[in-house]
């Protein structure tokens, strides 16, 4: 009986060596949860951290977080990261295009996107296609034209911060204005869209009997005898007519469409402004047609950070305009993954993920979130963490209820450092 006390004694001693031993690990493993250790913080052979191998350095330092995670990364997301900036440009006189698709971007499922410049008087090509196609206008002045399938047609003139929606398979064309064109981002609802695919009028002529196209159009067949027999897709054009003139010229008796085809984003009411930033934000609910896009321009000061939040609607589509991000993608296993982004960079993180965005520059930052959703949704950590039971969140966060009480209760979007 002795020896079995004993027995039981040193086992008591030895369990609570271990919850010692527990409490220490923890303490030293805080920002630093994985086993075996990750992170650069963990290298103590300093050579596990040099990289002897070829590398271009000029790429490599654009990805510091890709070279170094932090320690709290762990495991591996499908590749996050894309750009505009090494897409090529398809050139031609007028303007050009690059695209980053399904096809270039494996995660991007929901949303396409293209980067087009158009000069003064550059057109590309009346056209339409199988996705809706919605865009912000990142500088210079560009003409839309679109019919609705009422044929009612619209037409405005667009500038920086400003949106255009087209829904699928309704028809239009974009030109550059004076003095110096345009450029904008494009985003189709479907991952696998491209802009070098669409349906173009002049290859439908040129590929139309010519007496069908007579009698279609009710001139004699002579009358397209010079239709281009090649697609221009973008070309030079004239510049257009004053606003006015070329509204007045595609005036309908059934008048105009029920719902502006643009939008003025940049020049809205933000929905939050903060110490931090301010978010801006363009879905269904006020810009009526984009029934198939929902985005939020955010702007945030240096150090400036968009909460930990998801959303549980859509993948977030997002678009670097300016300045220097870092955005930490989180899922269930546990994966998270950081990674960072600069202008004309593209990053997807798949609907319900977490993840924040980080201004990791000494400029304001600004960003697009779009989704493929007729309305804006996120959810915020913070927010949840304040609406849910005090004594229950401290239970499982081993934090107490004071300070839980401090934590942010109003979805503040953005918080400055
Ligand atoms: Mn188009
Ligand atoms: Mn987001």
């Not at 911060?161 to 494009?186: K, N, V």
Request: charged share 20%; glycine share 8%.
């Amino acid at each position: 009986m002795t020896k079995v006390s004993r027995r039981n004694m040193l086992t008591a001693t030895a369990a609570g060596a271990m919850v010692t031993a527990v409490t220490t690990a923890r303490a030293s493993s805080f920002g630093n949860p994985d086993e075996p250790p990750q992170g650069a913080i963990n290298a103590k052979n300093r050579q596990s951290l040099t990289d002897p191998g070829p590398q271009d350095r000029v790429l490599a330092t654009q990805f510091p977080s890709a070279q170094s995670p932090p320690p709290t990364d762990v495991g591996d997301l499908p590749q996050f990261w894309a750009s505009f900036n090494n897409a090529p440009r398809r050139i031609q006189n007028g303007g050009w295009a690059r695209q980053v698709t399904q096809a270039d971007f494996a995660i991007s499922e929901t949303i396409s996107g293209v980067n087009m410049r158009l000069a003064a008087g550059g057109i590309r090509e009346l056209h339409w296609h199988l996705a809706a196609e919605w865009a912000y206008m990142t500088y210079g002045k560009c003409r839309v034209t679109v019919l609705d399938d009422k044929g009612r047609a619209y037409v405005s003139d667009v500038k920086e911060g400003d949106l255009w929606y087209f829904p699928a398979g309704f028809p239009h064309s974009l030109q550059g204005l004076a003095p110096d064109g345009c450029e904008f981002i494009i985003c189709f609802d479907d991952g696998k869209a491209s802009e070098f695919n669409t349906t173009l009028v002049t290859d439908w002529l040129a590929h139309t009997p010519p007496e069908i196209l007579a009698e279609n159009f009710g001139v004699p067949v002579g009358a397209f005898s010079k239709i281009p027999l090649h697609n221009l897709w973008i070309f030079q054009g004239k510049l257009p007519a004053a606003l006015a003139t070329d509204q007045k010229a595609v005036e309908e008796p059934g008048g105009l469409p029920p719902s502006p085809f643009t939008f003025s984003l940049g020049s809205s009411e933000p929905v939050r402004q903060m110490k931090g930033g301010e978010v801006m934000v363009a879905d269904s609910s006020i810009f009526t047609v984009s029934k198939t896009i929902a985005v939020g321009l955010v702007t945030q000061r240096p150090g400036a950070l968009r909460e930990m939040h998801w959303h549980p609607n859509a993948d977030e589509w997002a678009y670097w305009i300016k300045g220097k991000g870092r955005v930490t993608a989180f899922e269930t296993g546990p994966k998270a993954v950081t990674l960072d982004f600069n202008p004309g960079d593209i990053g997807y993180v798949k609907r319900n993920n977490g993840h924040y965005v980080k201004n990791v520059g000494d400029t304001d930052m600004q960003y697009l979130e779009v989704f493929r959703s007729s309305y804006y949704a996120d959810v915020s950590l913070s927010d949840w963490l304040t609406h849910s039971p005090p004594e229950m969140v401290a239970q499982t966060l081993n934090i107490d209820e004071a300070t839980i009480a401090k934590f942010p209760k109003d979805r503040p979007l953005v918080m400055s450092e």
